[in-house]
């Protein structure tokens, strides 16, 4: 009954050395797992950074695109207005001239 005794009390302390190194093993596992996504969180947050200036920066340059564009409108425009002046300068020149009998050259 000793030896019994004996075997069961060795088998209770080599299972609570196994559970203390299974324990520890992890909270290793934690530990580095905690480490790791304190990692991952400052990444996301350079990346958001990252992302904010990239969204102002687009912003900026869907701005500076418009403007670009009502000049470009507006510019199309006012060419569009002196062509038909000039033609209709060029119709009253050819008009005129022909009346006084020149000839265009």
């Given at each position: 009954?000793?030896?019994r005794?004996?075997?069961?009390?060795?088998?209770k302390a080599?299972?609570a050395?196994?559970?203390?190194i299974?324990?520890?093993?992890?909270?290793?596992?934690?530990?580095?797992?905690?480490?790791?996504?304190?990692?991952l969180?400052?990444?996301?947050?350079d990346a958001?950074k990252?992302n904010?200036?990239?969204?102002?920066?687009l912003g900026r340059?869907?701005?500076?695109?418009?403007?670009?564009s009502?000049e470009?409108?507006?510019?199309?425009n006012?060419?569009?207005?002196?062509?038909?002046?000039?033609?209709?300068?060029?119709?009253?020149l050819t008009s005129?001239?022909?009346?006084?009998g020149v000839?265009?050259?």
């Open positions: 009954m000793e030896t005794f004996h075997v069961l009390t060795e088998d080599r299972n050395h196994e559970a203390r299974h324990l520890d093993s992890q909270a290793r596992d934690i530990h580095d797992s905690r480490i790791y996504l304190d990692g969180n400052h990444s996301l947050a958001n990252l904010k200036a990239l969204v102002d920066e340059g869907k701005h500076l695109l418009n403007d670009k009502v470009s409108n507006r510019l199309k006012e060419s569009a207005q002196r062509t038909k002046e000039a033609h209709e300068l060029h119709v009253t005129q001239n022909h009346e006084i000839e265009n050259i």
